[in-house]
């Protein structure tokens, strides 16, 4: 069973998230910040295929997970999508730029979470 990683700091939205991906075969482990997210990157290892985040979160933000995910080979296959408020222009480019592999924006459906989940080839 494949394994993905939800980060953010609303445990609803956790909750929401976990259990779209639960539902596509997925094994789901929590953070609620980017400091546990780095945390438990570092200790699941690439056992975490995918990694959903949240931009605004305290103490670490999910750019700067991104970023840093990024700039270690070991993460080099981690699927990255960010899944926020932010919904300017520049804001999305400068995710994918960082290294999201795509973005979801709040409020979003169980069909747009896995359409975005399909295009990465996550899901058949």
């Known amino acids: 069973m494949p394994k993905a990683l ?9 909750m929401i998230l976990s259990k779209t991906l639960a539902q596509s075969g997925f094994d789901v482990v ?4 980017g400091r546990e ?14 990694v959903l985040l949240d931009w605004n979160m305290p103490e670490v933000s999910g750019i700067e997970v991104v970023e840093r995910l990024r700039s270690q080979s070991a993460f080099n296959g981690v ?4 899944v926020t408020t932010e919904t300017e222009i520049e804001q999305m480019a400068r995710a994918l730029e960082a290294g999201a592999d795509e973005y979801i924006m709040k409020p979003f459906t169980r069909e747009a979470v896995e359409d975005k989940l399909r295009l990465i080839g996550v899901l058949p």
Do not use: Y
Request: proline share 0%; charged share 30%; glycine share 6%.
């Open 6 to 14: 939800v980060v953010d700091d609303s445990r609803a939205i956790r």
């Open 30 to 33: 929590h953070a609620a910040n």
């Open 37 to 50: 997210a780095l945390e438990t990157m570092e200790r699941e290892g690439a056992s975490i295929g995918l």
């Open 79 to 82: 699927r990255l999508v960010m």
